[in-house]
């Protein structure tokens, strides 16, 4: 039944690197992360995460595993410790020493430098004989950060048909612009500049536009209508 096996392909899962190592050393199981499975927090935030550490989950009745104290405990984010580059940060035991077999372990995160959206939280513990036992992971997922567009705002002055036109009134409130295309007649092709010249073919009513881009893709479109003598 999946309920009686589900917890057991889930230990499977977590030994899969190294089956004959991994299941001598204590299992971290439990983890919460600011109160819950997968744990919600604003940036700049301290969240708090706990486990259990246990170095006695074993069947048995078919001989006996040695089990010994957990001596340390850490997590690391978005990496695991096996990976180029991995942090540790160290974990303490709830009861302020690590003294027995199984053991609650925790430690505060500082949201402040953490990524918008999910960031993997991944926890193991080490008993007495150095022994790393599997490790369990959560997420700690924070408010995405959604890109601003940028501001097309522009100005002109015109000598006759011909006009200069200058952007350099626009913005983008969480970056940068990259792109500044104007458009001035139907029947004449785009330029690309943030200060451009034009000479218009003829008098009378036109519509120019001039479309910004931000360094995130992001574009704003902002058309006037110029009249001319």
């Known amino acids: 039944m999946r309920p009686d096996n589900l917890p057991s392909l889930k230990y499977a899962a977590k030994i899969i690197r190294a089956p004959y190592k991994l299941p001598a ?35 048995n009745k078919n001989g006996n595993e040695p ?40 430690a505060s995160i500082d949201t402040a430098e953490l990524n918008p959206g ?18 369990t992971a959560g997420f700690l997922i924070l408010p995405l950060v959604l890109n601003q ?41 785009g330029v690309f500049g943030r200060n451009v010249t034009h000479t218009f073919s003829t008098s009378g009513i036109h519509r120019p536009f001039l479309t910004v881009k931000d360094d995130d893709g992001a574009k704003t479109k902002k058309r006037r209508r110029l009249v001319l003598p």
């Open 149 to 189: 567009p940028p501001d097309a705002k522009w100005w002109y002055r015109c000598d006759g048909l011909t006009c200069d036109f200058f952007a350099n009134q626009s913005n983008d409130p969480d970056g940068e612009i990259v792109s500044y295309y104007w458009k001035f007649e139907n029947n004449t092709p």
């Open 118 to 135: 999910r960031n993997m939280i991944w926890v193991r513990a080490k008993d007495a004989n150095g022994n790393w036992g599997p490790g």
């Open 67 to 106: 089990s010994q104290t957990i001596v340390e405990a850490e997590y690391y984010i978005n990496s695991y410790p096996w990976e180029s580059g991995a942090v540790a940060h160290t974990m303490t035991a709830e009861d302020g020493a690590f003294s027995t077999k199984r053991e609650f372990i925790t």
């Open 25 to 59: 050393g204590p299992e971290v199981h439990s983890l919460t992360i600011n109160g819950g499975t997968d744990g919600y927090a604003s940036t700049g935030d301290i969240v708090p995460i706990r486990a259990r550490a246990d170095d006695t989950r074993f069947e």
